[in-house]
């Protein structure tokens, strides 16, 4: 039987115990975490519920493999910033590169989480940081084995012959991409056989898909996840606030704005690529290049958010670089904040509405406000190209939570999404209205689904015409 042994947390390891570990620790940084936390927000025990909530799911004599991220190189020894892989996150915290979850289920009376971590390594740890190694897998995040990572072959191995299902993604043809580093850093020595080959010779089994089975219970946030969606939604909302009072002369630095606000509020970092798109570039749905000058008469079109204990805010807001609407950026922003507002509205699980219903009503909603604004005669083709994209998406650890996303179930109390209907004109059309032509407009919340009624997380960022104007009128 798994234990569930709190005494094995840092959270209550004796004072001045020698912990040394691979990210902040509640002892280390008292700032960040509170006492049980293995990441903010988010404490042992719950990441422990999480993993017992799936060895409980799962039919005997099965193994679950669910690799981390390894570091990705632009070239030679220049690295990206590592993002751990969210599935890897969600069931244990653990924030190293180069470490894998295995879960083994014998049966009820045997259930075993076991975790492939850097070893401990004085020179490794020399250049690139400290690490948790196997001790501290076991001593600070529960695990009931642990293994330096160049373990991982060996122990699967062992396992594999006990096992009759196995969840791993991307098998076979793809798995050695999922340690791509493993090999690089030891080598054919240590390593005699990849994954595919340990499967080849374990003989057949039943093979299914672990991320469609981690992905199951992270469609539903927790109270302690929708926190940090919240905490990462407000301080997000604050930069965008501040960013209306301020004047910016390119995209580039209302870009470095919002990050440095988002960072210095709290965030860990921006949760994704922004947009900033200044004028025609707003037709551009995914415009990251943020390299224009922003023009007077002009409005800009942004979507950023900041990541808070892991989990993402995802804003849009669009408004005029020089803090005034025009007549047709007016008319044309208040039919599409009717639509998000109206489509919010439906976001409870009582109105038996799914994501895509929603979508759909979005569209009814988009036809008839862009009716009222003088659009004569659109077709559903015309609505399309000046609408194209979709209504939302699931939001957590990342933007685009869940990868295969349930978008015609009925939404779920729990759920967190996004509502963002946009409207982009295309500037040479004779068919669309000649001062509407060029401008491009999103307007994105993020949304806690409720029973009978709905949070919006993003409620701060101010949306209205009079505020957005009257904040604007603040500038130096
Ligand atoms: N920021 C990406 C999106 O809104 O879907
Ligand atoms: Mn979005
Ligand atoms: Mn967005």
């Avoid at 919340?445 to 919006?456: I, M």
Wanted: aromatic share 10%; with cysteine.
């Amino acid at each position: 039987m798994q234990r569930l042994s709190l005494t094995r947390t840092y959270a209550s390891a004796p004072q001045g115990s020698f912990l040394t570990a691979g990210q902040p620790i509640h002892e280390t940084h008292p700032h960040k975490l509170r006492p049980g936390e293995i990441t903010p927000g988010i404490s042992a025990q719950e990441y422990y519920a999480r993993r017992q909530l799936i060895l409980e799911s799962l039919p005997d004599k099965s193994l679950v493999i669910i690799p981390g991220n390894d570091v990705q190189f632009a070239t030679n020894s220049v690295f990206y910033e590592f993002r751990q892989d969210p599935n890897f996150f969600y069931l244990t915290g653990f924030l190293e590169p180069q470490a894998a979850l295995v879960l083994y289920r014998e049966n009820e009376n045997n259930m075993e989480s076991i975790f492939f971590v850097p070893g401990k390594d004085y020179q490794a740890e020399l250049w690139d940081g400290t690490r948790s190694g196997p001790n501290g897998a076991i001593e600070m995040f529960n695990a009931d084995r642990a293994y330096p990572f160049s373990e991982i072959y060996s122990q699967i191995e062992l396992l594999l012959k006990d096992s009759e299902t196995i969840y791993m993604d991307t098998f076979p043809a793809k798995t050695s991409n999922r340690f791509p580093s493993f090999f690089k850093s030891h080598g054919q020595n240590v390593v005699k056989n990849s994954l595919a080959e340990l499967f080849k010779k374990a003989g057949r089994k039943e093979y299914k898909s672990a991320v469609a089975l981690v992905e199951k219970p992270r469609l539903i946030k927790s109270e302690a996840e929708i926190d940090n969606l919240r905490i990462a939604a407000e301080l997000s909302s604050a930069a965008y606030n501040k960013a209306y009072a301020t004047g910016f002369r390119t995209e580039g630095q209302l870009q470095a704005f919002l990050d440095y606000e988002f960072r210095m509020a709290g965030c860990e970092e921006s949760a994704y690529l922004p947009v900033v798109a200044g004028g025609a570039h707003a037709l551009t749905i995914h415009y990251t290049r943020n390299d224009d000058l922003l023009h007077d008469g002009d409005m800009v079109l942004v979507d950023a958010g900041g990541r808070y204990g892991g989990y993402c805010a995802d804003i849009s807001r669009t408004w005029p670089v020089n803090g005034k609407f025009s007549e047709p950026q007016r008319d044309l922003y208040q039919a599409c904040l009717n639509v998000n507002k109206e489509c919010i509205k439906l976001c409870t699980a009582s109105s038996g509405l799914s994501l895509h219903d929603i979508h759909s009503h979005s569209e009814s909603v988009m036809l008839a406000e862009l009716k009222n604004c003088g659009f004569t005669g659109l077709t559903q083709r015309q609505l399309h190209v000046l609408y194209p994209h979709y209504i939302g998406h699931n939001l957590g650890i990342d933007v685009h939570d869940i990868t295969q996303p349930p978008r015609y179930a009925k939404l779920q109390p729990g759920q967190v999404i996004t509502i963002e209907p946009g409207v982009y004109v295309p500037e040479n059309s004779e068919l669309f209205p000649k001062h509407f032509r060029g401008l491009g407009i999103r307007i994105e919340d993020d949304v806690v689904v409720g029973e009978r009624d709905y949070e919006v997380l993003t409620a701060d960022t101010l949306k209205e015409i009079e505020d957005i104007e009257r904040a604007a009128e603040g500038r130096l």
